[in-house]
């Protein structure tokens, strides 16, 4: 019974070595594969494809490591539908939908020299690149980029895995020298919608402050506002208020001011127009300027905040250069007519406009005969955009 035994178990060790030697003859060009390390895929964007979009035209950046001590005349970047080496499990199904047909390289740092092969060996799904064979250094990082490769095509996203062999042989042919895989996945697409409704932002106060820089209508202040000292024939009282306007309208904004003159009782100051500021002659009147100059006959007002640049910022006072009656947009003349329009979204070209501050400059000049009183107005700016 001993000597049966035994003999059982040197047949058994004979079958074992057997199947050994069967393996190695099957799968001879991955037995001494070394590894490929730091390898990598990240799926570019190609035109209005997105890099991971299923089905996109895409393209495919490849990064990694090559161990070296060795020729390299071609690699093979074989997508299958598993991550296993083909050292382990030869079987490869290529991803549903992808296509490399296409692909062209143009991208290579490291070892260089490669072209993408264009015969029949390289079939769907197994792109490789080959030049003459040369010797790559110990450690060798390298890159290749695949142009106009297009994803699988499921539309859930898909894992998919790139198995990268290198060879001596210029045509992937005979036993591989490095080989390593790596994974990507596409995913489905996020599609955002938003809607920019028709828009006019606009207020009217003492001022109006910014935040962030920018002209902010939650910041105006009260309406009240107090010229600098009291009417008298021989000096000018000044007073400011502002108002801000942006709107997305195609044919921009018009700014009108509305209201009577300053009154107190039946008393009155006579409204100008497009005149300059004179003591002791009955004038109330307006303007959308700097008056502050070196020049200038009375220091008040200021330009409009932020500056026209005739494509974002469009806002500007106007006069008759815009085709209008008086004139609001000259240094030094004021005008007041109820209803005139005083500033639009016209400046290079009649459209819509980012936030801006107007600076109202307001003149009080009167006689030695004017009646005292409080005389006082309400005036009303209206802003009115076409759409």
Do not use: W
């Amino acid at each position: 019974m001993k000597t049966h035994h035994a003999s059982l178990i040197k047949i058994s060790g004979l079958l074992v070595l057997t199947f050994a030697l069967v393996l190695q003859a099957v799968l001879p060009g991955f037995a001494s594969a070394a590894q490929i390390t730091a390898r990598s895929l990240t799926l570019m964007a190609n035109g209005s494809d997105g890099g991971s979009k299923p089905g996109g035209v895409v393209n495919h950046a490849f990064a990694f490591t090559l161990p070296g001590g060795s020729n390299v005349g071609s690699i093979k970047f074989q997508y299958c539908t598993t991550a296993a080496d083909s050292s382990i499990t030869p079987t490869c199904v290529k991803p549903t939908g992808l296509t490399t047909t296409s692909a062209t390289l143009s991208g290579q740092t490291g070892a260089t020299g490669f072209t993408v092969n264009g015969t029949t060996l390289a079939t769907d799904g197994a792109p490789y690149i080959t030049r003459t064979a040369a010797s790559v250094s110990s450690n060798t990082a390298v890159t290749y980029q695949f142009n106009t490769i297009t994803n699988p095509t499921s539309v859930n996203g898909e894992t998919f895995f790139v198995r990268i062999t290198s060879y001596a042989s210029t045509d992937t042919t005979g036993s591989a020298i490095d080989s390593g895989t790596v994974a990507a996945a596409t995913a489905r697409g996020i599609d955002l919608t938003g809607t920019m409704p028709e828009s006019l932002v606009f207020c009217a106060g003492a001022t109006v402050g910014t935040t962030s820089s920018v002209p902010d209508c939650s910041t105006v202040t009260t309406g009240a506002v107090t010229f600098n000292q009291l009417f008298s024939p021989t000096d000018t009282a000044t007073a400011t208020s502002q108002m801000a306007a942006s709107t997305n309208a195609g044919s921009g904004y018009v700014i009108t001011v509305n209201g009577p003159t300053l009154t107190s009782g039946g008393n009155t100051v006579s409204a100008i127009n497009s005149t300059a500021s004179i003591k002791g002659v009955s004038q109330f009147g307006l303007n959308l300027k700097l008056n502050t100059t070196a020049t200038s006959t009375i220091a008040v007002g200021s330009e409009i905040a932020v500056a026209s640049n005739g494509t974002n910022y469009r806002g500007q006072a106007v006069g008759t250069a815009q085709g209008y009656t008086n004139n609001y947009n000259t240094v030094d003349s004021f005008s007041f007519t109820s209803g005139d329009p005083v500033a639009n979204s016209g400046n290079a070209t009649l459209g819509g406009s980012d936030a801006q501050i107007y600076t109202v400059s307001y003149i009080v000049n009167v006689p030695g005969s004017q009646p005292a009183g409080t005389y006082t107005t309400t005036l009303t700016y209206i802003c009115t955009p076409t759409f």
